[in-house]
């Protein structure tokens, strides 16, 4: 659990209740319980199938909501993927060796996730690594897509998590259209924590700091940067000042 998890818990509560219309999509990873959080699938939106890397994979939907908010929380599930009870390393602390395809798997299912809704979300906000993607694809593949012709985005750069690297499979995979280049996907190609994150903030509209000890070649690289709003960390914020980047970006 990172810092800014209980943040971007907090903060959808608050944009909620504040008269913001928001949906959370996450992983269904094994560690969360269906029955405790009585997760149910959601029929309308069956029957996805995601492609990665020539490979047709089931996408199934399940939504709760959270007790202690009117929100609801959309987990993307596949048994392959996602069902393990680790959620990037196994029990000896091992690397999982599918984690790209399952980083890329899940940016593209939110994606189609969101158009299944048939809702066009003015601001997206990505947290943490595994939606780096999410940014670039907007901005390049799914940009003519009616559903996102007028959303925003929002990444949200936070502390490193992880030492290791996706693999020089990770690109390949990632090139999940025909039009989609390998120059598009430059800032990516490491694979590494950073990499991940500093692809996510090149394509956002705007960039937050979700932790005091992020980076600091990404703290340096995208604290100012031309034509983007940015907002920095403050521990002991009241969130209001996202509410306020929201409601700008949305504009």
């Not at 996602?82 to 890329?104: I, P």
């Not at 593209?108 to 997206?124: H, M, N, Q, R, Y």
């Not at 502390?159 to 120059?183: D, Q, V």
């Not at 956002?204 to 034509?227: C, M, Q, S, W, Y």
Request: glycine share 6%; with cysteine; charged share 30%.
């Amino acid at each position: 659990m990172t810092e800014f998890s209980e943040i971007v818990n907090k903060l959808a509560i608050k944009a909620n209740d504040n008269g913001f219309e928001v949906r959370c999509i996450m992983p269904r990873f094994g560690v969360i319980n269906e029955r405790r959080h009585r997760l149910h699938e959601v029929v309308r939106l069956s029957g996805i199938n995601v492609t990665v890397d020539n490979d047709d994979m089931p996408l199934q939907i399940k939504v709760a909501s959270l007790p202690s908010a009117r929100l609801q929380v959309y987990f993307l599930e596949n048994e392959e993927l996602f069902k393990r009870k680790t959620l990037f390393h196994d029990d000896e602390e091992k690397w999982f060796a599918d984690n790209d395809l399952r980083t890329v798997f899940y940016c593209k299912g939110a994606l189609e996730t969101v158009k299944k809704f048939g809702w066009s979300p003015d601001v997206i906000h990505c947290s943490g690594w595994m939606t780096g993607l999410i940014p670039a694809y907007l901005k390049t593949i799914y940009k003519k897509e009616p559903v996102f012709a007028h959303s925003k985005i929002v990444y949200t750069i936070g502390e490193n998590t992880f030492k290791e690297k996706l693999g020089k499979g990770f690109i390949p995979k990632a090139l999940i259209h025909p039009s989609l280049k390998e120059k598009d996907l430059e800032p990516f190609k490491e694979g590494t924590n950073v990499a991940l994150m500093r692809g996510g903030a090149t394509y956002a509209d705007a960039i937050t700091f979700g932790a005091p000890n992020v980076d600091k070649k990404l703290l340096a690289e995208f604290t100012k940067v031309r034509g983007k709003k940015t907002l920095q960390f403050k521990e002991d914020s009241d969130l209001t000042d996202y509410l306020q980047l929201y409601n700008d970006l949305a504009e």
